[in-house]
């Protein structure tokens, strides 16, 4: 059974930092690309962070680049998006995902709320 469980999420004051980790099991982590994407309360899920299954390619949208990294630890099956000078419109739940044949799996996300 896939699952993927993000953490990492909290509050945090604008130009702060936090990092997000999304644990993942019942898949061989190693053989698929992992993407994070986000959700604002009123808006469509955009991905927000790829990254190719030996970690050597990652793409970002304008909105965070420059300011997310994604990464991934394949010997722990956890991918990570560490965020640096987080704006208010970072604010959003952050969901992990894999692509794997049987299809499309999401973790439950984690909130993270940027505000002072």
């Known amino acids: 059974q896939v699952q993927l469980v993000e953490s990492g999420g909290g509050l945090v004051q604008p130009g702060g930092s936090l990092r997000l980790s999304c644990a993942a099991s019942g898949f061989t982590f190693s053989n698929h690309a992992m993407s994070w994407y986000r959700q604002a309360p009123g808006k469509e899920r955009e991905v927000v962070a790829v990254i190719t299954s030996a970690g050597g390619n990652t793409n970002y949208p304008d909105s965070v680049k420059g300011r997310f990294t994604i990464s991934r630890d394949n010997g722990k099956n956890t991918v990570y998006l560490q965020m640096n000078s987080l704006k208010a419109e970072d604010t959003a739940v952050y969901y992990c995902?894999?692509?794997?044949?049987?299809?499309?799996?999401w973790g439950q996300g984690t909130q993270v709320t940027v505000s002072s």
């Open positions: 995902k894999v692509y794997l044949p049987s299809g499309e799996h």
